[in-house]
């Protein structure tokens, strides 16, 4: 008789054989790479923008593999399938940005001996896991005549690092009374930049009377030094966008390499499966698209962020290439798409705050949330059963591995994605992406299996 249960297949076994297990971690290692290196918004779309490019994309929607680049920070790609345009598009959605501490406008002081950077953070962060770790700059620097300068400061091994200092625990004392709000304030996420005095002669000699006291000389000596190697000014910080990110590569973590750990996984995994999906899809079928966006992770506004209208002229730009006659709005409301994010997996240290039928596990391969949003499914998008059955069809039909959760148990947990962005057009979408442990921290937990399979699934949607 049929087995009637449903019970979800750990992804390890679906790729158990040698030959599996090695595109696995041929695959996984490239991730590992180009996490490595994009560590902001900007890094990433210029990667992405330069691996469609050389596979032919270009901005002229003619060709049928079109791409526009948004200010640098959000990316449209299209591949012109056989099927019309006005059947709607196969979309996969991800977000480039990840939480992160930004430099204030006016960010340098000098306290103590030491020069620091204020920072204001970005997106939801647990203050605490920023202090005392390495930390690296990335950004760009753009002075009044509109020269941009790259900045990219912690990474190499020859690199200095920065840091945020943490309390010393003798001292913490009071700290330790007071709940996590309290303890940590957003006001005192300053980096470390400089220590060194400058002399300048004369007044400094020991025991010649009053020492004559520059100001902020420690400040003054950073100054000098961001002069000296990079032409800029205080009053070009203003103007800069400098993120403070964790320094360091993306980690196999685990005895048996399983996981790989990094900072970014929010929502790079996404962008990565999802481009490499592009890549390998074929100019049959649907017409597959993706879009990168900026700004999720503080609620997707801003010219950049999912609210914009980027996408809808985007549409504009292939309907008027590539059926000419036929209205934006159809090919939107016709399309289906899948939210690509990632999703919390089972916390083995917290497995109470999860309803285990309904929480995702690592190593089971994609989750779909079917909605979003917290207490009574507010701030939702809710996917329909007739669209979630046949995804849920095509992954089975490719056999890929594949699990379904909420996030944390009702009233318990929440949290938002782009996919209401993209059902405001009125097409078809469903949350479908890896699930993580310690997400939104600088050190988050990927199993190297969900990373595969979330590609298989990525290209068994576009390629369907
Ligand atoms: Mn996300
Ligand atoms: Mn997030």
Not at 30 to 46: D, G, H, M, N, P
Not at 273 to 297: C, M, N, P, Q, Y
Request: charged share 25%.
């Amino acid at each position: 008789m049929q087995n009637l249960t449903y019970t979800p297949k750990n992804a390890w076994k679906s790729f158990a054989d040698e030959t599996e297990l090695a595109q696995v971690a041929k695959f996984v290692e490239r991730y590992r790479e180009f996490l490595s290196v994009c560590k902001t918004e900007r890094e990433t779309i210029a990667y992405v923008e330069e691996r469609l490019r050389a596979e032919g994309f270009s901005d002229d929607p003619q060709s049928g593999m079109y791409l526009a680049n948004l200010r640098g920070k959000a990316l449209f790609a299209a591949r012109r399938g056989t099927i019309p345009l006005s059947e709607g598009l196969s979309l996969i959605a991800a977000h480039a940005d990840s939480p992160r501490l930004d430099f204030k406008q006016r960010p340098l002081v000098e306290q103590a001996n030491v020069a620091q950077a204020k920072t204001h953070y970005y997106g939801g962060i647990r203050k605490y896991q920023w202090l005392s770790r390495p930390l690296a700059i990335h950004g760009v620097v753009v002075r009044e005549n509109g020269e941009r300068v790259i900045i990219c400061l912690g990474e190499k091994p020859e690199d200095p690092v920065f840091c945020v200092a943490d309390l010393l625990p003798h001292l913490a004392q009071k700290q330790m009374e007071q709940n996590l709000r309290e303890a940590f304030d957003g006001e005192k996420l300053n980096i470390v930049i400089g220590h060194k005095q400058r002399f300048t002669g004369e007044s400094e000699e020991e025991g010649q009377g009053e020492e004559k006291k520059e100001e902020n000389p420690i400040k003054k000596a950073v100054l000098e030094l961001l002069y000296e190697h990079l032409q800029i000014a205080e009053e070009d910080l203003i103007t800069a966008e400098l993120e403070v990110v964790p320094a360091g590569q993306a980690r196999y973590v685990g005895f048996d390499r399983a996981l790989i750990g990094a900072y970014g996984h929010d929502d790079r995994i996404c962008v990565f499966t999802a481009l490499e999906a592009l890549l390998a899809s074929e100019h049959l079928g649907r017409s597959k698209a993706v879009i990168f966006w900026d700004k999720e992770e503080i609620g997707s506004d801003g010219a950049t962020g999912a609210s914009s209208r980027f996408l809808g002229y985007c549409v504009e730009s292939i309907a008027k290439a590539w059926e000419p006659e036929i209205s934006p709005p159809q090919v939107l409301l016709h399309s289906q798409a899948i939210s690509a994010d990632v999703t919390a997996a089972l916390d083995p240290d917290y497995q109470d705050l999860h309803e285990k039928q309904n929480a995702a596990q690592l190593g089971f391969g994609p989750c779909f949330s079917k909605f979003t949003g917290s207490r009574g499914k507010y701030g939702a998008s809710d996917a329909d059963a007739e669209y979630f059955a046949f995804v849920r069809g095509l992954l089975n039909h490719a056999k890929i591995p594949w699990q379904v959760a909420e996030l944390g148990k009702v009233d318990t947990g929440g949290g938002g994605t782009v996919a209401l962005f993209l059902a405001q057009w009125g097409m078809q979408v469903i949350d479908l992406g890896p699930a993580l442990l310690a997400m939104h921290s600088p050190f988050e937990l990927a199993s190297c299996v969900d990373i595969y399979s979330t590609w298989l699934a990525y290209t068994a949607f576009l390629n369907r």
